[in-house]
Nanobody, 111 residues
Framework: QVQLVESGGGSVQPGGSLRLSCKAS???????VNWYRQILGKRRELVAT????????VSLGAVQGRFTISRDDSKNTAYLQMNDLKSEETAVYYC?????WGQGTQVTVSS
């Protein structure tokens, strides 16, 4: 059974950092992982992607230079490192692979 479980969300002040984790299970081969976010009242947007071979791409211009995607296949885990967070980036962050989605993790950026 394929499963993706996010963790690492929480509350942080503007300018702070968080690292989100996405633990995968049930995959039989190396897989691409994507991070999306959904800000309340807005459409879900693709933040970053990492291929099965570790090629990464930050898709969202607003976070380039501040967010980094990575993976550790020995732990079946992908990460989203988020630095210099802004209040408008309060959102639910999801990891996905193929048709599978995690449950999401809430990130709140507030002073």
């Amino acid at each position: 059974q394929v499963q993706l479980v996010e963790s690492g969300g929480g509350s942080v002040q503007p300018g702070g950092s968080l690292r989100l984790s996405c633990k995968a299970s049930g995959f039989t081969s190396t897989y691409r992982v994507n991070w999306y976010r959904q800000i309340l009242g807005k459409r879900r947007e693709l933040v970053a992607t990492i291929s099965g071979t570790g090629v990464s791409r930050v898709s969202l211009g607003a976070v380039q230079g501040r967010f980094t995607i990575s993976r550790d296949d020995s732990k079946n885990t992908a990460y989203l490192q988020m630095n210099d967070l802004k209040s408008e980036e309060t959102a639910v962050y999801y990891c996905t692979s193929g048709d599978f989605w995690g449950q999401g993790t809430q990130v709140t950026v507030s002073s």
